[in-house]
Protein backbone atom coordinates (compact mmCIF):
# COMPACT_ATOMS: atom_id res chain seq x y z
CA UNK A 1 0.00 0.00 0.00
CA UNK A 2 1.51 3.30 -0.87
CA UNK A 3 1.27 6.60 0.79
CA UNK A 4 -1.28 7.93 -1.52
CA UNK A 5 -3.90 5.18 -0.70
CA UNK A 6 -2.86 5.15 2.47
CA UNK A 7 -4.30 8.70 2.82
CA UNK A 8 -7.08 7.77 1.12
CA UNK A 9 -7.62 4.79 3.98
CA UNK A 10 -7.19 7.41 6.68
CA UNK A 11 -9.74 10.12 5.17
CA UNK A 12 -12.58 7.10 4.69
CA UNK A 13 -11.98 5.68 8.37
CA UNK A 14 -12.37 9.74 9.00
CA UNK A 15 -15.52 10.03 7.62
CA UNK A 16 -16.82 6.64 9.43
CA UNK A 17 -15.96 8.18 12.87
CA UNK A 18 -17.18 11.59 11.71
CA UNK A 19 -20.97 10.40 10.59
CA UNK A 20 -21.44 7.19 12.09
CA UNK A 21 -24.00 6.77 15.12
CA UNK A 22 -22.18 4.05 16.66
CA UNK A 23 -18.76 2.36 16.17
CA UNK A 24 -17.95 -0.97 17.61
CA UNK A 25 -14.64 -2.49 17.94
CA UNK A 26 -14.01 -6.29 18.20
CA UNK A 27 -11.76 -9.17 17.04
CA UNK A 28 -12.56 -10.96 14.60
CA UNK A 29 -9.08 -14.11 14.67
CA UNK A 30 -10.34 -17.46 13.47
CA UNK A 31 -13.60 -16.13 11.73
CA UNK A 32 -14.00 -17.76 8.22
CA UNK A 33 -14.81 -15.59 4.88
CA UNK A 34 -18.17 -17.14 4.77
CA UNK A 35 -18.45 -16.07 8.77
CA UNK A 36 -17.15 -12.37 7.69
CA UNK A 37 -19.63 -12.47 4.99
CA UNK A 38 -22.25 -13.82 6.73
CA UNK A 39 -21.58 -10.29 9.79
CA UNK A 40 -21.15 -8.09 6.34
CA UNK A 41 -24.93 -9.00 5.40
CA UNK A 42 -26.40 -8.85 8.73
CA UNK A 43 -24.92 -5.38 9.07
CA UNK A 44 -26.04 -4.58 6.01
CA UNK A 45 -29.64 -5.35 6.38
CA UNK A 46 -29.71 -2.40 9.00
CA UNK A 47 -27.92 -0.41 7.52
CA UNK A 48 -24.33 -0.67 8.49
CA UNK A 49 -21.04 -1.74 7.47
CA UNK A 50 -18.33 -3.97 8.46
CA UNK A 51 -14.69 -2.50 7.94
CA UNK A 52 -11.80 -4.21 8.51
CA UNK A 53 -8.59 -1.34 8.62
CA UNK A 54 -5.01 -1.58 9.83
CA UNK A 55 -5.08 -0.37 13.52
CA UNK A 56 -2.10 2.47 12.61
CA UNK A 57 -4.05 3.97 10.29
CA UNK A 58 -7.70 4.21 11.93
CA UNK A 59 -5.63 5.55 15.12
CA UNK A 60 -4.09 8.18 12.85
CA UNK A 61 -7.41 8.67 11.42
CA UNK A 62 -9.13 9.15 15.09
CA UNK A 63 -6.60 12.19 16.13
CA UNK A 64 -9.10 15.03 17.05
CA UNK A 65 -12.34 13.39 16.45
CA UNK A 66 -14.85 12.85 19.34
CA UNK A 67 -14.77 9.15 19.47
CA UNK A 68 -10.95 9.65 19.67
CA UNK A 69 -10.94 7.01 22.72
CA UNK A 70 -11.59 3.99 20.34
CA UNK A 71 -7.86 3.84 19.64
CA UNK A 72 -7.32 2.58 23.08
CA UNK A 73 -9.25 -1.00 21.53
CA UNK A 74 -7.29 -1.04 18.11
CA UNK A 75 -4.71 -3.91 18.94
CA UNK A 76 -4.29 -7.31 17.36
CA UNK A 77 -6.88 -8.05 14.62
CA UNK A 78 -9.49 -5.69 14.64
CA UNK A 79 -12.79 -4.97 12.46
CA UNK A 80 -15.09 -2.23 12.77
CA UNK A 81 -18.38 -2.39 12.68
CA UNK A 82 -20.54 0.87 12.49
CA UNK A 83 -23.86 2.51 11.47
CA UNK A 84 -25.48 6.16 11.51
CA UNK A 85 -28.07 4.37 13.60
CA UNK A 86 -26.48 4.66 16.71
CA UNK A 87 -28.25 1.14 17.82
CA UNK A 88 -28.30 -0.95 14.85
CA UNK A 89 -24.30 -1.53 14.50
CA UNK A 90 -23.98 -2.21 18.43
CA UNK A 91 -27.37 -5.29 17.99
CA UNK A 92 -25.97 -7.12 15.08
CA UNK A 93 -22.00 -6.97 16.28
CA UNK A 94 -23.66 -8.46 20.09
CA UNK A 95 -26.41 -10.96 18.08
CA UNK A 96 -23.40 -12.30 16.14
CA UNK A 97 -20.86 -12.24 19.35
CA UNK A 98 -23.31 -14.38 20.83
CA UNK A 99 -23.67 -16.76 18.18
CA UNK A 100 -19.86 -17.03 17.16
CA UNK A 101 -17.16 -17.16 20.29
CA UNK A 102 -14.19 -15.99 17.24
CA UNK A 103 -16.29 -12.16 17.30
CA UNK A 104 -14.97 -10.73 20.68
CA UNK A 105 -16.51 -7.31 21.44
CA UNK A 106 -13.78 -4.81 23.15
CA UNK A 107 -15.97 -1.79 22.95
CA UNK A 108 -17.40 1.38 20.94
CA UNK A 109 -18.04 4.66 20.72
CA UNK A 110 -21.38 6.62 20.35
CA UNK A 111 -20.63 9.88 19.20
CA UNK A 112 -17.95 11.00 22.30
CA UNK A 113 -18.91 8.74 24.82
CA UNK A 114 -16.67 5.50 25.16
CA UNK A 115 -18.47 2.83 25.66
CA UNK A 116 -16.89 -0.81 27.25
CA UNK A 117 -17.97 -4.19 26.49
CA UNK A 118 -20.75 -3.60 28.72
CA UNK A 119 -21.44 -0.70 26.96
CA UNK A 120 -22.13 -2.17 23.87
CA UNK A 121 -24.34 -4.75 25.09
CA UNK A 122 -26.23 -1.68 26.48
CA UNK A 123 -27.33 0.36 23.60
CA UNK A 124 -28.09 -3.18 21.97
CA UNK A 125 -30.68 -3.71 24.33
CA UNK A 126 -31.81 -0.25 23.16
CA UNK A 127 -34.69 -0.08 20.95
CA UNK A 128 -33.88 1.15 17.31
CA UNK A 129 -34.65 4.68 15.41
CA UNK A 130 -37.60 2.87 13.87
CA UNK A 131 -39.09 1.21 17.11
CA UNK A 132 -39.04 5.05 18.57
CA UNK A 133 -40.94 6.58 16.18
CA UNK A 134 -43.38 3.25 16.06
CA UNK A 135 -43.91 4.09 19.72
CA UNK A 136 -44.14 7.92 19.37
CA UNK A 137 -46.72 7.27 16.57
CA UNK A 138 -48.61 5.27 18.87
CA UNK A 139 -48.68 7.48 21.49
CA UNK A 140 -49.27 10.67 19.27
CA UNK A 141 -52.29 8.65 18.12
CA UNK A 142 -53.80 7.13 20.87
CA UNK A 143 -55.36 10.27 22.63
CA UNK A 144 -57.40 11.29 19.61
CA UNK A 145 -58.54 7.98 19.37
CA UNK A 146 -59.64 8.20 23.11
CA UNK A 147 -61.56 11.50 22.69
CA UNK A 148 -63.30 9.91 19.61
CA UNK A 149 -64.15 7.16 21.18
CA UNK A 150 -65.55 9.26 24.05
CA UNK A 151 -67.11 11.13 22.00
CA UNK A 152 -69.06 8.71 19.86
CA UNK A 153 -70.17 6.95 23.08
CA UNK A 154 -72.42 9.55 24.45
CA UNK A 155 -74.54 8.90 21.34
CA UNK A 156 -74.36 5.29 20.78
CA UNK A 157 -75.45 5.12 24.50
CA UNK A 158 -78.59 7.37 23.81
CA UNK A 159 -79.56 5.56 20.81
CA UNK A 160 -78.61 2.25 22.52
CA UNK A 161 -81.75 3.83 25.40
CA UNK A 162 -84.06 5.02 23.15
CA UNK A 163 -83.64 1.54 21.27
CA UNK A 164 -84.49 -0.01 24.87
CA UNK A 165 -87.40 2.61 25.46
CA UNK A 166 -89.03 1.88 22.39
CA UNK A 167 -88.78 -2.16 22.43
CA UNK A 168 -90.66 -1.23 26.17
CA UNK A 169 -93.39 0.88 24.67
CA UNK A 170 -94.09 -1.99 21.43
CA UNK A 171 -94.36 -5.07 23.85
Given amino acids: ???????????????????????????????????????????????????????????????????????????GMTVLTYSEDPVAAAKVADAYAKDNEKFVILGGAMGETALDVDGVKAVAKMPSREELIASIVGCIGAPASNIAGAIGAPASNIASILSTIEDKAAA
Avoid: W
Wanted: hydrophobic residues 45%.
Fill in 1 to 75: MDRAQKEKMVDELGQIFDSSGVVVVAHYEGLTVAQMQDLRARMREVGGSVRVAKNKLAKIALEGKPCASLADFLT
